[in-house]
């Protein structure tokens, strides 16, 4: 059909028709700050159970979920800094949870982990 409005239009000698906008994704969905809050219980709990890469996951998901979260943040860079720790001192993943550290603690000045 397309092909065909665009042949006629050439023969004519008239513009071709403008092209139909590209569908827009859906905005991606809100998330709560009560699903990052759970997400911190979680992996308060797998950190105390000693799953560090299971905590890791659930900090991570508490900060795509509320970045603005100084408790998700700094959560997530202990437990970044503790699965680095054997590491060289400088190693990248040391200097990440440095990172995450001041992120929260800009988020926060007051603030105080509860494990």
């Known amino acids: 059909m397309m092909l065909a409005t665009l042949t006629l239009a050439a023969t004519l ?12 994704e859906p ?5 709560s700050a009560a699903d990052a809050d ?16 299971e905590a890791q996951r659930h900090f991570q998901a508490a900060v795509d979920s509320d970045p603005s979260s100084a408790a998700a943040q700094f959560y ?5 800094y503790k699965i680095a ?26 603030f105080k982990p509860r494990w």
Not at 76 to 80: A, C, M, P, Q
Not at 85 to 110: G, M, S
């Open 13 to 24: 000698g008239m513009a071709a028709p403008p092209a139909t906008a590209p569908a827009q």
């Open 85 to 110: 720790e054997p590491k060289r001192p400088f190693h990248p993943e040391k200097v990440r949870a440095a990172d995450l550290f001041a992120k929260a603690y800009e988020l926060d000045p007051a």
């Open 27 to 31: 905005a991606a969905p809100r998330v």
């Open 38 to 53: 759970s997400h911190i219980d979680a992996g308060r709990a797998a950190y105390r159970r000693r799953r560090m890469q």
């Open 76 to 80: 997530l860079g202990y437990v970044v």
